[in-house]
Structures are given as C-alpha cells and as structure tokens.
C-alpha cells in the first residue's frame, strides 16, 4: 500500500513540477510523471545527503516536487546540448 501511495506522491509531483516549469513538454504528460517518480527517489536521496527529513503526505510531495523539478531541468538541459 505504501509504495502505491509513493507512486501516486511522486506522479502528482512530476506533473506538478512539469506545469511549473512551463517551458515545452517533450516528455508529455507521462514523461513528466515518470521523471516525478524518480524525482521521488532523487529528492529523498539529495534531502538526505543535506541532512533534511521530511515527513508525512506533504513533505512526501514536496520532497519529490523539487526532485523532479531537478531531474527536468537537467533532462532538459542535456536534451538541449
């Protein structure tokens, strides 16, 4: 149950960071909620790495919010290059 909730979390983090980011989605929809879920994993590892802790469906969401906003800027900017 737990790793559904993760995905949903991370899901809703990627499209959320996609519509932020507002510049052309050449990932769509999905690509933007698969690069949210591994913003999850990279957003949990980086917080960790700083020694941040974030707890509960909210600090969930945002920990995979600026994960993701992370890994779509740089798939971003390799893609340009």
Known sequence: MALIIWLIIGGLAGWAAGSVMKAARPYGLIGDVILGILGAIAGGWLFGLLGLSASGLIGSFVT?????????WLVRAIKKS
């Open 64 to 72: 995979a919010f600026i994960g993701a906003m992370i890994l779509i």
